[in-house]
């Protein structure tokens, strides 16, 4: 494994431990952590129904509050990673911040940014698939929770 690919495999087990947060307080299971100079400056797990707000995703609310941590609405030496393709207000988001790059985990054929165009900043390197497994599963377990 190289040192990014570990750097990258060790960031997404804390987004995954984010997603378990989710998934505990029965909420889609999506966790992101934002990190910079290999640092978590920001965690966040969806809380759009423990907040009521529809813009509450994982991303967001890393996004925040890593720029508060930081004290600049930019972002552009920080690495958001996610356990799920970012929707489009979230690569919108990210563009904004001028992310350097967006690690996720899980595939998001039906509502991912990827099938919108080039969505992020275009200085952001995107990689996919990172215990792409293990973070679809969350995903998994959480519907079948509801279907039954």
């Known amino acids: 494994m190289t040192p990014d690919h570990a750097r990258d495999d060790y960031f997404m087990r804390q987004a995954l431990a984010e997603a378990r947060k989710a998934l505990t307080a ?5 966790g992101a952590v934002v990190v910079f100079e290999n640092h978590v400056i920001g965690r ?13 995703h994982a991303e967001m609310l ?3 509050a890593a720029a508060n941590h930081l004290g600049n ?19 919108g988001a990210s563009y904004w911040a001028q992310l350097r790059a967006v690690v996720f985990g899980a595939d998001e054929p ?6 919108h165009g080039p969505l992020l900043h275009p200085r ?11 973070c679809a599963a969350l995903l998994h377990e959480f519907f079948a929770l509801k279907r039954q």
Request: hydrophobic fraction near 35%; charge should be neutral.
């Open 26 to 30: 029965e909420e889609i299971p999506i």
């Open 44 to 56: 966040g797990h969806n809380q759009t129904e423990q907040l009521r707000d529809v813009t509450a």
């Open 62 to 64: 890393a996004l925040t």
């Open 73 to 91: 609405k930019y972002l552009a030496d920080c690495t958001l990673y996610v356990t799920v393709e970012p929707c489009v207000m979230c690569a």
């Open 110 to 115: 039906k509502v991912g940014f990827r099938r």
């Open 124 to 134: 952001t390197r995107l990689r996919g698939g990172v215990r792409a497994e293990e």
